[in-house]
């Protein structure tokens, strides 16, 4: 079946404007989460969806930073006025929160260039 | 802040030979996985070990876990030029289904 998906795979955007990613998870997966990797660094949580609950948005790095999940399945993740320290690629995944199974598959990235 | 951390941050090696890497973290987990990634892009899941578990195989993939040590190795055997990538640990702790990852290990497999 198919993969996550995320688009676009590349947006270059001026410094002050808005954007918005999107992820569209396996089908059937109930958790969404949301990473950012600056280049030459690991992963750093963003934001995580389960099913119909409230979701985690502890990682969001300012109030610039906003996510939604509808109908629990697409995600989009908006940055408001971007900054040039935003540029990195975001990163989501999503997983089926069976007992036990914290596998995540990824989607391949969006880069973001904020110039 | 970062629970898992890589050792090395990087690893340059001949086709044919055995890799190694090593990820130590700081709190009890329940799991720890491993994830490869290709230049830059999504991850690829590798392998998960639970807490209770001290060795997992996965084709060339051979894992251990040892929590006395708060510590686990990715060894890869009869590396090929497409292991090339970035290796990550990630762990999951208590109740929470957020896996925090470390800033990984780049793997250069020279043919």
């Known amino acids: 079946g198919a993969g996550v998906s995320q688009s676009p795979s590349n947006k270059v955007t001026e410094k002050g404007k808005d954007v918005e990613l999107r992820c569209d998870p396996i089908?059937?997966?109930?958790?969404l989460y949301w990473y950012r990797q600056s280049l030459g660094q690991g992963l750093e949580f963003l934001i995580y969806?389960?099913?119909?609950?409230?979701?985690?948005k502890s990682g969001l790095p300012s109030d610039r930073f906003s996510a939604e999940r509808t109908g629990g399945s697409v995600s989009t993740l908006t940055i408001q006025r971007t900054q040039q320290e935003d540029s990195a690629v975001y990163l989501c995944?999503?997983?089926?929160?069976?007992?036990?199974?914290?596998?995540?598959?990824f989607g391949p990235g969006t880069r973001l260039t904020v110039t | 802040s970062q629970q898992g951390e890589e050792d090395p941050q990087a690893l340059s090696i001949q086709e044919g030979e055995n890799a190694t890497m090593n990820c130590s973290y700081k709190?009890?987990?329940?799991?720890l996985q491993w994830y490869r990634q290709n230049s830059g892009r999504g991850l690829v899941h590798l392998i998960l070990?639970?807490?209770?578990?001290r060795e997992k195989h996965s084709g060339r993939l051979r894992v251990t876990l040892d929590t006395s040590k708060k510590s686990s190795s990715l060894l890869i055997t009869a590396s090929r030029a497409a292991d090339t990538a970035s290796y990550f640990c990630?762990?999951?702790?208590?109740?929470?289904?957020?896996?925090?990852f470390g800033r990984g290990t780049s793997l250069i497999v020279h043919p």
């Open positions: 969806f389960q099913g119909n609950s409230a979701p985690d």
């Open positions: 709190t009890s987990i329940n799991n």
């Open positions: 089908s059937g997966h109930t958790a």
């Open positions: 990630a762990t999951a702790s208590g109740g929470s289904y957020i896996p925090t």
């Open positions: 070990i639970r807490s209770n578990e």
């Open positions: 995944a999503s997983s089926s929160r069976d007992r036990g199974a914290y596998e995540q598959y």
